[in-house]
């Protein structure tokens, strides 16, 4: 179907009791759930092993913006890097810097109250 994928054919798509998949080439497909989500996936093949990472949900995530992103797990992976691993520890960074950031904000709020509760005993 991947000559004739547009927003509109892909808006279209109705739901039925099955998962099933629209192929938009490369490994790239749109995956239609039962509820009527429609979501884009990426299968591709790591050091032998296959894999599937999500890239987001249509229509917030377009046709173009999905091979885009195709095209970037792609040139990711012949970099010899997986993609799936990328995301993991890109998350466990972001995680790691919001503790921080809490950790940080808690300590500013408590010298705060430390200041205006000196002040009030003066």
Same mark, same amino acid.
């Given at each position: ?9 892909? %808006? ?6 099955? &998962? ?13 759930? &039962? ?9 591709? /093949? ?22 885009? %992103? /195709?095209?970037?797990?792609?040139a990711t992976i012949q970099a ?22 809490k950790a940080f904000r808690l300590v500013m709020s408590l ?6 509760? %000196?002040? %009030?005993?003066?």
């Open positions: 179907m991947d000559a004739n994928l547009d927003s509109k054919a892909l %808006a279209a798509l109705g739901s039925k009791e099955k &998962p099933y998949k629209v192929g938009a080439g490369s490994g790239l497909f749109l995956e239609v759930t &039962p509820n009527g989500s429609k979501l884009w996936r990426l299968k591709y /093949r790591f050091g032998g092993k296959e894999n599937k990472i999500s890239l987001g949900a249509f229509p917030g995530v377009s046709l173009e913006q999905a091979r885009k %992103a /195709r095209d970037e797990a792609r010899g890097i997986d993609p799936s691993a990328l995301r993991k520890a890109e998350r466990a960074e972001r995680s790691k810097h919001r503790a921080h950031a010298d705060r109250a430390d200041h205006r509760d %000196a002040e %009030a005993n003066s």
